[in-house]
């Protein structure tokens, strides 16, 4: 069953909530400017910290360390500290760095695989992609300009080896560093084969990237135009575009906001604007079917 939390201590809108990889602890961010920390254990819940420092509404992203954005155009990182020596002690977030590379709102925040190292992307409403990565004991970042024109709403990761490396006989070495994004041009961007793919008659809202490693390549994308897209990469003789991406429809009533993968990359969630959630698992033939909807 799930567990609700009625009392979050938000004074307005939330519009975000990321469990951290062993799911004991959440963060949650609202309109309200603040991100607050719960601790989960079993069916009960405790806030432990609020964190402020944006000037608009916040989103995070929760992990070994905290990144939160923010529609003032800011990006805060935050780091988990202990109290005291002891290593039962608990611990507070503290900000140890801030980027202040954007000059609207940054929508949508995405850790790269532990494999790619500590690497985060921004996707922001002025139209660009900034990545920022901690190495040798400083942030450093490449701004993607123009990356789409009207706005980036969403950005992925891809895992970081390569379709088909987990059964190859060979495979290659070293952690790949691809992105998907998607943005209010209705196009989807890839950014390492230089492909763009179309078909969204609207905004993409959201974009994710499969994080299996079999012989292909899975991209979702969900849009304003009431539509699911599920693209799937098959490899071509040309060395130019070595990718060929084809895509499956899946049409809805009401409009899309979130595509997620599970761990294993091979079910598909999908929520939208009626508060509904469907889960989607591609049969042997290679359609796409429902296998649940979820109307809690």
Not at 98 to 106: G, I, K, M, Q, Y
Not at 116 to 139: H, K, M, P, T
Not at 230 to 248: F, G, L, R, Y
Request: proline letters at 4%; aromatic letters at 8%; a negative charge.
């Amino acid at each position: 069953m799930a567990q609700v939390i009625t009392n979050s201590g938000h004074e307005d809108m939330i519009h975000d909530a990321v469990l951290d990889y062993y799911g004991r602890r959440l963060a949650t961010c609202s309109s309200d400017k603040t991100i607050k920390i719960f601790d989960i254990e079993g069916d009960t819940h405790k806030l432990t910290e609020t964190l402020r420092g944006h000037d608009g509404a916040a989103h995070p992203k929760f992990g070994p360390i905290l990144a939160s954005s923010s529609y003032d155009g800011r990006v805060l990182i935050w780091r988990s500290t202990p109290t005291n020596s002891s290593s039962n002690s608990p611990s507070t977030f503290q900000k140890v760095f801030e980027s202040t590379l954007h000059t609207a709102s940054v929508n949508l925040l995405a850790w790269a695989p532990h494999e790619c190292g500590c690497l985060l992307a921004c996707a922001s409403s002025d139209g660009c992609i900034s990545v920022l990565e901690f190495q040798d004991g400083s942030w450093n970042h490449v701004v993607l300009k123009g990356a789409h024109g009207l706005g980036v709403n969403s950005v992925s990761w891809a895992p970081s080896a390569r379709p088909g490396s987990l059964v190859s006989a060979s495979p290659e070495k070293g952690a790949l560093r691809r992105i998907v994004s998607g943005g209010s041009d209705c196009l989807v961007k890839i950014w390492d084969w230089n492909n763009t793919l179309t078909g969204h008659s609207d905004w993409v809202r959201d974009v994710s990237w499969s994080p299996t490693i079999l012989a292909k390549s899975y991209i979702a994308s969900a849009a304003q135009d009431k539509s699911v897209r599920i693209w799937t990469s098959s490899p071509t003789s040309d060395p130019s575009h070595p990718v060929e991406w084809t895509s499956t429809v899946l049409d809805f009533d009401a409009v899309l906001w979130r595509v997620s993968w599970s761990l294993s990359g091979n079910v598909l969630a999908v929520s939208g604007a009626d508060n509904k959630v469907s889960l989607w698992k591609e049969n042997l033939a290679g359609e796409w079917d429902c296998v649940k909807w979820i109307e809690e």
